[in-house]
């Protein structure tokens, strides 16, 4: 299996050199993207949005990757999983109409050759774009900035996109480093990627702190079937910012600012028909926080971040979880794009719930395991990526996990991902 994936390594890392040839002579983003010079933004963010008539612009970007679990979990074996984002943005000014008006509108198409989990065995998920397929709606929404201090956003989309974000941790490729495994394991008729939402954000900033709030559909994966009977998904977040860097945007609520970020979140998830519908997460409630901070020690930039989650629901399968890491730019001589991330996550499992979820008789001692041991406490991941932007087009990311007790029950898991990642715009 090594000596596979080591093949296939070789053969998608000469397919890259080709594309980046192929790509060099085409224009990047332009010095207004929000994106410009970034590197490692989470797949799920259009940012590198080119102008296409008055008021409207685009973006697209397509990720693909090779997963191999090379060893542990539940058994060997490699998929591939691609994800590709198209979208649309109109601006009411620059269509020469009022001020602070934008419609955001995108579709997300997924492929996976093969389900991940029955591979690794983890509860965490070790790639972000692992998906079922389909093609779907995942951005229809508007926003309006009202005072240079209140925004509102109504409408389809992803609320992971605006709250519990540590942008330090975006380039990781594990998903608990995206959306804390206390919602996303939890609650999994969230609306987030893959599967958006109908909604609603308030969100209001002053200079070193912000505050939002949001309700969501309570089912996102069946929107348009009992869309308002089927419970609800309600956040709050606050953060205090401390200090300013360059390009700081507060204005801007899918980002961080300040050099310092101490951010504090609270959510209740609704849901009245639990037992009825199938796939739906019981009621609960819980709180996050995001610690980061942005600096530069000797031209090299360091990004850390800390993140916490906690729900109370006896049902939920994760009561608690802990993730940290940092993010490591310039400090490879005449590549300044590039990037390193590592980072640790421990999600803890509560027995009960993660045996009734995998099938398992509940008994004393805990020795339904497939293995024979004992169902631990927890699941941890240890996670080491790099990205190196070989133009402002095309991207390619090696990254190794390994992962402790996948499921509480498993052999401890060795993952290896290549990813390509394409920018269009």
């Known amino acids: 299996m090594i000596r596979g994936f080591l093949k296939t390594l070789l053969w998608t890392s000469s397919s890259l050199c080709w594309s980046a040839v192929a790509w060099g002579a085409l224009p990047g983003p332009g010095e207004d993207s929000a994106a410009a010079g970034q590197t490692g933004v989470a797949p799920r963010y259009l940012s590198n949005y080119s102008h296409l008539v008055d008021g409207v612009s685009w973006a697209g970007h397509l990720d693909t ?26 601006d009411s000014e620059k269509a020469g109409m009022w001020k602070g008006g934008q419609i955001n509108l995108s579709t997300f198409a997924t492929y996976s050759s093969a389900e991940q989990t029955d591979f690794s065995g983890d509860q965490q998920v070790a790639s972000n774009i692992y998906a079922p397929n389909g093609i779907r709606l995942y951005e229809a929404n508007y926003r309006q900035q009202w005072t240079p201090w209140l925004a509102t956003r ?11 974000v540590a942008s ?32 609603f954000i308030v969100s209001t900033h002053g200079s070193n702190w912000s505050s939002k709030a949001g309700i969501f559909q309570g089912d996102a994966l069946h929107p348009w079937s009992g869309t308002f ?30 050099q310092w970020v101490f951010k504090l979140g609270a959510w209740h998830y609704q849901q009245p028909r ?45 009561p608690w979880y802990l993730g940290l890491g940092t993010k490591i730019s310039h400090f490879v001589p005449g590549r300044p794009n590039d990037a390193l991330s590592i980072g640790f996550a421990r999600a803890g499992f509560r027995a009960a719930a993660l045996q009734n979820a995998l099938g398992l008789e509940a008994s004393e001692d805990t020795q339904d395991a497939p293995t024979g041991s004992r169902l631990h406490s927890a699941e941890t991941a240890y996670e080491i990526t790099y990205v190196a932007k070989l133009n402002d087009h095309v991207s390619i990311q090696p990254d190794l996990q390994y992962i402790t007790h996948p499921s509480g029950i498993y052999p401890n898991a060795l993952v290896g991902i290549l990813r390509l990642h394409l920018e269009f715009s």
Request: charged share 15%; hydrophobic share 35%; glycine share 14%.
């Open 154 to 164: 109504v409408g389809f989309t992803d609320f992971n996109l605006y709250f519990d």
């Open 274 to 318: 639990f037992d009825e519908v199938e796939d739906l997460g019981p009621s609960s409630s819980g709180l996050y926080g995001v610690v980061e901070a942005h600096y530069d020690v000797g031209g090299v930039q360091l990004g850390p971040f800390l993140q916490w989650g906690a729900s109370t629901a006896t049902q939920n399968i994760v």
């Open 229 to 258: 009977d089927r419970g609800y998904l309600a956040l709050w977040e606050g953060a205090l910012h401390l200090g300013q860097e360059d390009g700081d945007d507060p204005d801007d609520d899918t980002e961080t600012f300040g």
């Open 168 to 199: 330090n941790a975006l380039q990781l490729i594990n998903s608990s480093f995206g959306l804390t495994p206390t919602i996303a394991v939890n609650v999994p008729a969230a609306p987030t990627y893959p599967y958006s939402g109908l909604g």
């Open 65 to 90: 990757e090779l997963f191999s679990n090379l060893s542990g979990g539940i058994k060997r074996g490699a998929s591939n999983d691609t994800a590709g984002q198209l979208g649309l943005q109109w």
